[in-house]
């Protein structure tokens, strides 16, 4: 496995530097170590680290909005590493975005699985919303050509697909070139209160 850049967030000193200790020790770089709210979002910006990993001493609205913004901002996952079990708390994180969480974060082989599911379900799950983005755009499309040529969805779809062929390009592709030239031309047409001359 390749070094990861890691940050880690929020926690106390001791326990940022225990963990720092445990990423090193993985083989992995701590980027950054930062125990302030404003300062994770500009971190994070500057240094888009691999995985975040976020230290929750008690299961305060700051914790939930910091991982919040790591999720938004650091376009990574989120690793939560909890003092106790609270499943409340559990729940609203996965709900802001964390792929997974353990108690302690001071055994480095549980830390290296927690990281491996992590990179992994964050990959599966971009895949996932890629694909549903896809299947969006081209559905559009095909309701686009069926509208213009009143023909049925399959008759859109063999449509998509043969200037797929033809020019060599993926179906998802040509469905999006469909969606910007309809936009354009919809801005193009006159309003139906426009004088023609």
């Known amino acids: 496995m390749p070094n990861l850049r890691v940050l880690i967030a929020d926690g106390d000193e001791a326990l940022r530097d225990r963990l720092a200790r445990t990423v090193a020790e993985l083989g992995h770089d701590v980027i950054a170590r930062t125990a302030s709210l404003s300062n994770v979002a500009a971190v ?14 008690e299961g305060s609205d700051q914790a939930l909005e910091m991982i919040g913004r790591i999720v ?40 290296q699985s927690s990281i491996d599911i992590v990179l992994r379900r964050f990959s599966e799950y971009h895949d996932l919303e890629g694909a549903f983005g896809r299947r969006a755009v081209t559905e559009r499309a095909k309701g686009v050509l069926m509208e213009r040529h009143g023909i049925d969805e399959q008759g859109a779809f063999n449509m998509l697909r043969e200037e797929a062929r ?17 936009r354009l031309l919809k801005k193009l047409e006159p309003s139906a209160g426009d004088d023609p001359r």
Request: net charge negative.
């Open 44 to 57: 994070t910006a500057a240094e888009r680290p691999d995985v975040a990993i976020m230290i929750v001493q």
């Open 72 to 111: 938004r901002e650091a376009a990574c996952p989120v690793i939560a590493v909890l003092d106790v079990q609270n499943e409340d708390f559990i729940r609203q994180a996965a709900s802001k975005g964390i792929f997974a969480y353990l108690t302690g974060g001071g055994d480095p082989s549980a830390l």
């Open 166 to 182: 033809r020019t060599q390009r993926k179906v998802v592709d040509v469905a999006d070139a469909v969606l910007a030239s309809h």
